[in-house]
T-cell receptor, first 110, second 112 residues
Framework: GDQVKQSPSALSLQEGTNSALRCNFS?????VQWFLQNPRGSLMNLFY???GTKENGRLKSTFNSKESYSTLHIRDAQLEDSGTYFC????????????FGDGTVLTVKP | EAAVTQSPRSKVAVTGGKVTLSCHQT?????MYWYRQDTGHGLRLIHY???????EKGDIPDGYKASRPSQENFSLILELASLSQTAVYFC???????????FGEGSKLTVL
């Protein structure tokens, strides 16, 4: 949606290379979540962020609340990283209602 | 690991028929959600609940009802299914309003 904008919409990477996905918010949010939807359709949790940075293996994510954006860095991309990456922001802290971006489709090629 | 299970995983329904999608969580979470995903798009919130026997409207509630008979179970009901409701539906749970969301595997609904 317009409140959560992801870029790029699609990305093709050579195996072993690095890239970054971005999420810009036009809503005030206190937390950000990143998910990977694999080719079978399952949604997997990647990161749950308050302002700051988290790292997990080859993935690192940063949430900058003052400038209203989050990034997901992929290092040494592997074939199994292929899928659609979604970021989501909590627009309503009372209900936990998440607003999702439209996703970045990542294809990692050998 | 969080466990959210949905049933059925796939269903074909006829226009005007009734469809019930069920969701069960073993996380002891208070919050449960139903999202809809259309091909090539993100997820949109249909209904949610933060306590048993109570449900709230999300962003796109028209044409859907929800039921939360217990903390563990949350159902999505389409009383009169329409072609436009063909989509993949995801159930999710979280332990708090701002908590991490855990999704089920999704239910693919095709309305003919």
């Amino acid at each position: 949606g317009d409140q959560v904008k992801q870029s790029p919409s699609a990305l093709s990477l050579q195996e072993g290379t690095n890239s970054a996905l971005r999420c810009n918010f036009s809503i005030a949010t206190t937390t950000v979540q990143w998910f990977l939807q694999n080719p079978r359709g399952s949604l997997m949790n990647l990161f749950y962020l308050v302002p700051g940075t988290k790292e997990n293996g080859r993935l690192k994510s940063t949430f900058n609340s003052k400038e209203s954006y989050s990034t997901l860095h992929i290092r040494d991309a592997q074939l199994e990283d292929s899928g659609t990456y979604f970021c989501a922001a909590v627009g309503d802290t009372n209900t936990g209602k998440l607003t999702f971006g439209d996703g970045t489709v990542l294809t990692v090629k050998p | 690991e969080a466990a959210v299970t949905q049933s059925p995983r796939s269903k074909v329904a006829v226009t005007g028929g009734k469809v019930t999608l069920s969701c069960h969580q073993t996380n002891n979470h208070d919050y449960m959600y139903w999202y809809r995903q259309d091909t090539g798009h993100g997820l949109r919130l249909i209904h949610y609940s933060y306590v048993a026997d109570s449900t709230e409207k999300g962003d796109i509630p028209d044409g859907y009802k929800a039921s939360r008979p217990s903390q563990e179970n949350f159902s999505l009901i389409l009383e009169l299914a329409s072609l436009s409701q063909t989509a993949v539906y995801f159930c999710a749970s979280s332990d708090a309003g701002t908590g991490q969301l855990y999704f089920g595997e999704g239910s693919k609904l095709t309305v003919l």
